[in-house]
T-cell receptor, first 114, second 114 residues
Framework: GESVGLHLPTLSVQEGDNSIINCAYSNSASDYFIWYKQESGKGPQFIIDIRSNMDKRQGQRVTVLLNKTVKHLSLQIAATQPGDSAVYFC?????????????FGTGTRLTVIP | EPEVTQTPSHQVTQMGQEVILRCVPISNHLYFYWYRQILGQKVEFLVSFYNNEISEKSEIFDDQFSVERPDGSNFTLKIRSTKLEDSAMYFCANRDRSGANVLTFGAGSRLTVL
């Protein structure tokens, strides 16, 4: 299978601070990446995606950065809120057009301290 | 917002028994997937299904597993003879068209094999 891994399994931040969650991938053919958020007892929920022809993409309070040179992906959450506490997964498509399936990383548990 | 609905939410079964997990996909979504997540581990791809046939499957999806759309709408995952290591959270996911990469996940079915 593909190797998609995360640098840190857990991350604790103070409410209001910015969070940065990192992800490394090994398949240089991957051209599509997604961040998912998984709250306790729920399925993964889409947060933001990015294609390999971009370096940065912004959403509402979230930014994804892609460094293809070192095969690294990060998710930045601005002004972290208690509701952001969850496990965050990066996923990549292994270079398959149309993302017939996704390869997930191990996940980082983000805990927001009030 | 359209949802993927999965039943049962939790099933406990004896080793060797057959289990069927059910998924009601989002209307007009054409691509179906099953993923599983062993407790504390990453989300793993099992199988993808399109046009009433399997389009791709992983090494995990061996002869004990099967999928079908018995009535043209529901999407099921069957495990013929469960093993202890089949205990996991099983997620159904949908994708709406070949050009769209985002998978929408259900809340999952937790399978516990005793």
């Amino acid at each position: 299978g593909e190797s998609v891994g995360l640098h840190l399994p857990t991350l604790s931040v103070q409410e209001g601070d910015n969070s940065i969650i990192n992800c490394a991938y090994s398949n240089s053919a991957s051209d599509y990446f997604i961040w998912y958020k998984q709250e306790s007892g729920k399925g993964p929920q889409f947060i933001i995606d990015i294609r390999s022809n971009m370096d940065k993409r912004q959403g509402q309070r979230v930014t994804v950065l892609l460094n293809k040179t070192v095969k690294h992906l990060s998710l930045q959450i601005a002004a972290t809120q208690p509701g952001d506490s969850a496990v965050y997964f990066c996923a990549e498509n292994g270079g398959q057009t149309g993302a017939n399936n996704l390869f997930f990383g191990t996940g980082t548990r983000l805990t927001v301290i009030p | 917002e359209p949802e993927v609905t999965q039943t049962p939410s939790h099933q406990v079964t004896q080793m060797g028994q057959e289990v069927i997990l059910r998924c009601v996909p989002i209307s007009n979504h054409l691509y179906f997937y099953w993923y599983r997540q062993i407790l504390g581990q990453k989300v793993e791809f099992l199988v993808s299904f399109y046009n009433n046939e399997i389009s791709e499957k992983s090494e995990i999806f061996d002869d004990q597993f099967s999928v079908e759309r018995p009535d043209g709408s529901n999407f099921t995952l069957k495990i013929r003879s469960t093993k202890l290591e089949d205990s996991a959270m099983y997620f159904c996911a949908n994708r709406d068209r070949s050009g769209a990469n985002v998978l929408t996940f259900g809340a999952g079915s937790r399978l516990t094999v005793l």
